[in-house]
């Protein structure tokens, strides 16, 4: 078994290309998200080549009856809370997301 220090800091070091890459060559991706977005695969990748057994990570990915449904919906709602307290803290203006946009975050 690995530790959780080891993801964490694989997690790090395997982000900060996806950093250098948003401020050489800044762009932005659909739904105006910087190209940091991106590393979302790195913690996937990498709790992939850490685990013992990665088919029961896609086994359980996709078991949301196994958490309660109160969890379920916080951890659901953790990401736009935290994007617009972001944008806040930033000094960005907080925009509605385009319901026209919505598959296609939905399929990112």
Do not use: K
């Given at each position: 078994m690995r530790s959780s220090g080891a993801f964490l800091a694989g997690v790090f070091l395997a982000s900060l290309p996806f950093y250098v890459w948003?401020?050489?060559?800044?762009?932005?991706?659909?739904?105006?998200?910087?190209?940091?977005?991106?590393?979302?695969?790195?913690?996937?990748?990498?709790?992939?080549?850490?685990?013992?057994?990665?088919?029961?990570?896609?086994?359980?990915?996709?078991?949301?009856?196994?958490?309660?449904?109160?969890?379920?919906?916080?951890?659901?709602?953790?990401?736009?809370?935290?994007t617009a307290l972001a944008r806040l803290w930033a000094g960005w203006p907080v925009t509605p997301l385009p319901w026209s946009g919505l598959p296609l975050m939905l399929a990112l």
């Open positions: 948003g401020l050489v060559w800044p762009m932005t991706l659909p739904l105006g998200m910087p190209i940091s977005a991106r590393m979302i695969v790195v913690p996937a990748g990498l709790a992939v080549l850490l685990s013992e057994d990665p088919a029961g990570l896609w086994r359980g990915l996709g078991d949301l009856g196994r958490a309660p449904l109160g969890w379920t919906m916080c951890a659901m709602a953790l990401v736009p809370v935290a």
